[in-house]
Structure formats: structure tokens, C-alpha cells
């Protein structure tokens, strides 16, 4: 029997009440398969976020386990229910896991730093991933530039020169395995193992777990409504060798570096001989107003090494980054890329520059502009009755693929985002990003993947639910 509309439980309740009972009486079984979110949805004629809702709980609660490609199935760890009448208890883990990232088919509730995986124009990227493979020939097969796929170079030189104002030769542009491949090609290069670097505090997470692993030092400078706070770095670490600074979109805060912060950014670097590495992050998503240029367009002497990546502008699967490095040293990061593993396959990047030189990536950074900034209205609209005064949403906050609540009164972050976590929302605490000691307490949800206002005000009930003891 479908579920149905107009009962005392919302209808992705029902179906997530459905299938425990199944299980519970034995009809589905451990190990079993259930029907793909797309299929199901169109069975029973419901909205894909609705079944996507259900079973998130389910996988969350130890009741499903999703195995990528293969399906999802009933999780082999619940033993045998044959008869029992009852669900075995599924492990709940020791400590919600906040800064790893999501690994699973779909993306959890809240997930912060995917893109809304339900828009991208598949059919075009399998038709252009096609003609590149047949096209590439033996190239694809021989030893890769450790650069990178010169078309591609090319074609990142040309979109930073129109939409971000860096003017660059594809000479300047290295292609690296992703955000991470960048900061190693940099470190490699320019730095030595014990230099210290400023790090914005609070600020990019991945960034300072990478540069403290392979042994950078890093001193924690304030961001606020004005973004880093220049004068504060030159206090506390007038040494530095480095810094990395997200301008255009400070991450996690939201705010933008202003000019004259900017111009003595790049004054210091120049009179210490510093490194600015400027991580351009969401900057194409900026819902009021063009985009901000990127820091790299002020830059007169050569001290500022820009990295973006595709994950958030087409995918996170494809793993690729790019680096802009000046001029002047370019031998010396090509000496440096030689020794390292590079970007990989020459197909994924050779796909990615027929999406760009087709135009292909200019309609779809528009399309998703318009609809990050519905989807953005559509959470915010929810939270404002649901929570009430307990969070709060800084107006300021125009950009992005999420948005930053600070709470109110004496809640505990950690506490609030762990009890999210525990109900499968992929809640983030602010204070996890922070490196010095505490501050004022916020939580960090992502908002590409809610598809309506409906699913918006499903996820955010469930939210209040399981936080409303905290």
C-alpha cells in the first residue's frame, strides 16, 4: 500500500515507518537489495526528496547501507529478524564524525561543500566524456604533463582573465589533483617543512588538518566583518612566511576581505617577501551584485599564488584544482610538478575543457547562481518559524553553497551539531573551525541539494526535533 497524504505522519515518515517493519518481520532480510531512490519515487509516485529523506534515516539509524554503484541493501550487521518481531539495536557511533566528508550515493541532509548534484547537465558530460575518449587516441595513453592537459590550461587562462580578472598566460597555470594537490605543489616549491603561515581563524578546516600534517606552522588571525585582520597577523606572527586567505567568500564566516585590507595584504607580503595563496573559494556563487575580482587581480608584484578547483562548480568526483603561479617561477613549479603524482587521467580534463570551450560551464555556473540562490531562500524562509530567535542568519551572508546560524544563548555548538548528526543531518559546528579558544557558537549547514521549499521545511523540522533537548 502507498503512502498517503493527509495522515498524522508526513509521507517520508511513512514510508521510513514501512520499511523498519519489514525488516522487523522478516520480509526483507540483511544483505537484501531495495529498490533505488529514482525507481521507488516514480513507483509510488512521490518526489524524489521524499523517498531520499527516508532513507537517509534509515541508512543513518544502521537499518540500510548504501554501497555506492552496487544499491543500497538492508545492512548485513542487523543479524537475523526472521520472525523475531523486532529490529536488532544498530551500532550508533562513539562520537559524531563532524569534518569528514560524506561518503555515499546521495548526499546527506545538510551536507556542507557539495554542489547540487541534482542539476548538473549529466547527459551533455557523458556526451562530451564520449567524444573525448574516442577523439584522445594514443595521447590519452602516453605519460600525462605533469602540468596538465594543455587545452585545459588554456581554457582556465581565458575564464579567470573574463570572470575573475587574472590575467595569466596557460604557461601559469598548473591542473592539480584537486584543492589539496595545489597547497602540495606550493609547499613543495616555495616553502620548507616548520615555516609558519597565518591561517584565518576561524577558517577552511581541510586547509589547516593538510598544512599541519605535512608540518607547516600555523598562527590563528581573526576574521571579522572586514575578513582577515591584517594588522592582527603582523602582531602575532610578524615572521610569517605565508598565508592563506579566502577573500572573495571568507570560509567559514561569509564575509568578503575589504580593498584597503586587501592592498595591506599585499603590502606586507611584498615588504617580508611573503606568499599570499589565495583560495578563491564559492566565489562564482554570489547571489546580489557581479562577482568580486579575485585578490590575484590587484597583485603587482608577483606574490599572490591563486587556487581554485571544480568540485563545487561541476563535481568533487573529478578532483581537480588549478594553481596560477606568477611568471617568474614557473621553472621552478614545473621542476617541482615532475616529482610529483600530478592530476591524473588526461580524459576527465580533456572533458572538462571541451565543457568550457563549448560554453557549456558559463550556462551552468548562470542556471546555478539562480538556483543556490532560490534554494538559499527556501532554508532560510524555514528556519526564521521553526527556530525562531534561537538562530540567527547574518544578512550579510550573500554567497556561498551554505549558510552559517549562530546560535543564541548558552547552547553548546558541538553539543547541537552532535545531536543533529545522531538523526543523519550533516550539521557542522563553527567551533571545530576555530583555532584559539572560544567564541561565539554557530552551526554550518549546506543548502545545494534541498530541492524545494517543502523538502527545506521537512529537513528543518527534523532538525528542531532532534536538537529541541540541547
Same mark, same amino acid.
Given at each position: 500500500m502507498e503512502p498517503r497524504r493527509g495522515l498524522d505522519a508526513p509521507v517520508y515518515l511513512q514510508l521510513y515507518r514501512r520499511f523498519r517493519e519489514a525488516i522487523a518481520a522478516g520480509k526483507l532480510r540483511p544483505g537484501d537489495r531495495v529498490p533505488s531512490i529514482r525507481s521507488l519515487a516514480s513507483e509510488l509516485h512521490l518526489a524524489r526528496g521524499t523517498v531520499e529523506l527516508a532513507y537517509q534515516m534509515l541508512t543513518?539509524? @544502521?537499518?540500510?547501507?548504501?554501497?555506492?554503484? !552496487?544499491?543500497?541493501?538492508?545492512?548485513?550487521? $542487523?543479524?537475523?529478524?526472521?520472525?523475531?518481531?523486532?529490529? !536488532?539495536?544498530?551500532?550508533?557511533?562513539?562520537?559524531p564524525v563532524e569534518q569528514s566528508r560524506t561518503v555515499s550515493d546521495e548526499p546527506a541532509p545538510f551536507q556542507f561543500g557539495l554542489p547540487g548534484l541534482d542539476a548538473f547537465p549529466r547527459k551533455t558530460w557523458a556526451r562530451l566524456a564520449n567524444r573525448s575518449l574516442r577523439v584522445l587516441g594514443a595521447a590519452a595513453m602516453n605519460y600525462p604533463d605533469p602540468a596538465g592537459y594543455e587545452p585545459l590550461r588554456r581554457a582556465v587562462a581565458a575564464y579567470l582573465g573574463i570572470s575573475r580578472g587574472v590575467a595569466c598566460s596557460h604557461e601559469q597555470v598548473f591542473i592539480?589533483?584537486?584543492? *589539496?594537490?595545489?597547497?602540495?605543489? =606550493?609547499?613543495?616549491?616555495?616553502?620548507?617543512?616548520?615555516?609558519?603561515?597565518?591561517h584565518e581563524d576561524p577558517g577552511y578546516i581541510y586547509t589547516r588538518e593538510f598544512l599541519q600534517h605535512i608540518g607547516m606552522r600555523l598562527a590563528p588571525i581573526p576574521v571579522d566583518e572586514e575578513g582577515l585582520n591584517v594588522e592582527a597577523g603582523q602582531r602575532r606572527a610578524p615572521d610569517a612566511r605565508f598565508v592563506v586567505v579566502t577573500p572573495t567568500h571568507q570560509c567559514p564566516m561569509g564575509v568578503a576581505l575589504s580593498l584597503p585590507r586587501r592592498l595591506a595584504l599585499l603590502k606586507w607580503a611584498q615588504r617580508r617577501s611573503a606568499w599570499i595563496i589565495e583560495d578563491d573559494y564559492d566565489s562564482e556563487f554570489r547571489y546580489h551584485g557581479r562577482p568580486l575580482p579575485a585578490l590575484k587581480s590587484l597583485d603587482r608584484d608577483e606574490r599572490v599564488l591563486y587556487?581554485?578547483?571544480?568540485?563545487?562548480?561541476?563535481?568533487? &568526483?573529478? *578532483? $581537480?584544482?588549478?594553481?596560477?603561479?606568477?611568471?617568474a617561477r614557473i621553472g621552478q613549479f614545473r621542476e617541482a610538478a615532475n616529482h610529483l603524482p600530478g592530476p591524473g587521467s588526461i580524459w576527465p580534463q580533456a572533458t572538462v575543457a571541451e565543457f568550457m570551450a563549448e560554453g557549456h560551464f558559463a550556462r551552468h555556473l548562470r542556471k546555478m547562481r539562480l538556483l543556490y540562490a532560490q534554494r538559499r531562500? /527556501?532554508?532560510?524562509?524555514?528556519?526564521?518559524?521553526?527556530? @525562531?530567535?534561537?538562530? /540567527? =542568519?547574518?544578512?550579510?551572508?550573500?554567497? @556561498?553553497?551554505?549558510?552559517?546560524?549562530?546560535? %543564541?544563548? %548558552?547552547?553548546?555548538?558541538?553539543?547541537?551539531?552532535?545531536?543533529? %548528526?545522531? /538523526?543523519? $543531518?550533516? =550539521? %557542522?559546528?563553527?567551533? /571545530?573551525?576555530?583555532? *584559539?579558544?572560544?567564541?561565539? @557558537? &554557530?552551526?554550518?549547514? &549546506?543548502f545545494a541539494n534541498i530541492s524545494g521549499a517543502e523538502e527545506a521545511m521537512v529537513l528543518t523540522r527534523r532538525l528542531m526535533e532532534a536538537t529541541k533537548t540541547v
Open positions: 543513518s539509524e @544502521g537499518y540500510f547501507e548504501a554501497r555506492g554503484p !552496487a544499491g543500497t541493501v538492508v545492512s548485513p550487521r $542487523l543479524g537475523s529478524l526472521g520472525g523475531t518481531g523486532r529490529t !536488532a539495536s544498530p551500532k550508533t557511533p562513539s562520537k592539480t589533483a584537486g584543492y *589539496r594537490g595545489a597547497l602540495e605543489l =606550493i609547499c613543495r616549491t616555495l616553502l620548507r617543512s616548520d615555516d609558519l603561515g597565518w587556487t581554485s578547483t571544480f568540485s563545487k562548480v561541476l563535481f568533487p &568526483g573529478l *578532483r $581537480l584544482g588549478y594553481l596560477v603561479v606568477p611568471e531562500n /527556501h532554508l532560510v524562509d524555514a528556519l526564521t518559524p521553526v527556530f @525562531g530567535a534561537r538562530l /540567527h =542568519i547574518a544578512a550579510a551572508q550573500v554567497a @556561498g553553497t551554505h549558510v552559517l546560524a549562530m546560535l %543564541q544563548g %548558552q547552547c553548546s555548538d558541538r553539543d547541537f551539531a552532535a545531536a543533529a %548528526q545522531s /538523526h543523519g $543531518l550533516a =550539521i %557542522q559546528a563553527l567551533s /571545530h573551525w576555530r583555532m *584559539r579558544g572560544p567564541g561565539p @557558537g &554557530g552551526v554550518l549547514m &549546506g
